[in-house]
């Protein structure tokens, strides 16, 4: 069946997904100082970077509910909806994790973190935060692909992917490394749950950003 020529021209998805990553972006500056507060004796000021995690997540939301609601059935892009959908609940899940990390943390703030862990810590953290950053990279290239089909543009998007899999990686051995060392503290029980959990509760954010990657190969080869 052919497409009817006036829906050639219609907004393609890559639009608002460029607009929700830049959204996951901004999320990731309030996110590293949030951390780096919560890392610090003295910062007063967890609770404010925690809202505005919270508020840059809401925001993320409408965009999100938009593009599922305007994506139109029929488009000249050879990619389909599922795969459009499936690689918007992975960077979506990005801006959850980083929510999920600072609830966990506000729920015992008062325990700040070892001082023979932070180093590692904060290893983890920027390792998501790098995978992070290469989102709205990877978005904005692909755009830039879907538009030209330039393989030189395809080869960019695809190194983009492979670094968002290295940094996955990265951030599995910082967080192998914080389990180890706690497993391995004389401290209660408490502790060692609360630091085990938000090892993992950081380390899913580069898990979900590589996910994304992986949406996005798979845009490409169709």
């Not at 050639?8 to 608002?16: A, N, Q, V």
């Not at 599922?82 to 966990?104: N, P, S």
């Not at 979900?208 to 949406?215: E, K, L, P």
Request: net charge negative; charged share 30%.
């Amino acid at each position: 069946m052919r497409v009817p020529f006036f829906k050639m021209f219609m907004t393609s998805p890559f639009e608002g997904l460029q607009e929700h990553a830049e959204k996951v972006m901004e999320c990731a500056w309030a996110f590293q100082q949030a951390m780096e507060c919560y890392f610090s004796d003295k910062c007063k000021t967890f609770e404010e970077f925690r809202q505005e995690v919270t508020q840059i997540e809401s925001q993320a939301d409408v965009i999100k509910r938009r593009i599922r609601g305007h994506i139109p059935k029929e488009t000249m892009m050879p990619i389909s909806n599922f795969l459009v959908f499936r690689y918007l609940r992975e960077q979506d899940g990005v801006l959850d994790a980083v929510e999920d990390t600072l609830d966990w943390i506000s729920y015992r703030s008062e325990a700040k973190i070892p001082e023979e862990l932070k180093k590692d810590f904060a290893m983890l953290v920027d390792s998501v935060i790098d995978s992070i950053e290469m989102l709205s990279t990877m978005v904005a290239q692909a755009r830039e692909y879907f538009n030209t089909y330039s393989e030189d543009q395809r080869v960019i998007v695809k190194d983009i992917i492979h670094k968002l899999r290295r940094q996955e990686h990265e951030a599995d051995k910082f967080e192998d490394i914080i389990k180890k060392k706690v497993f391995n503290m004389e401290t209660d029980a408490v502790t060692i749950i609360h630091l085990v959990r938000l090892a993992e509760i950081i380390g899913s954010i580069a898990d979900h950003s590589q996910n994304a990657g992986d949406m996005m190969r798979a845009m490409l080869s169709r």
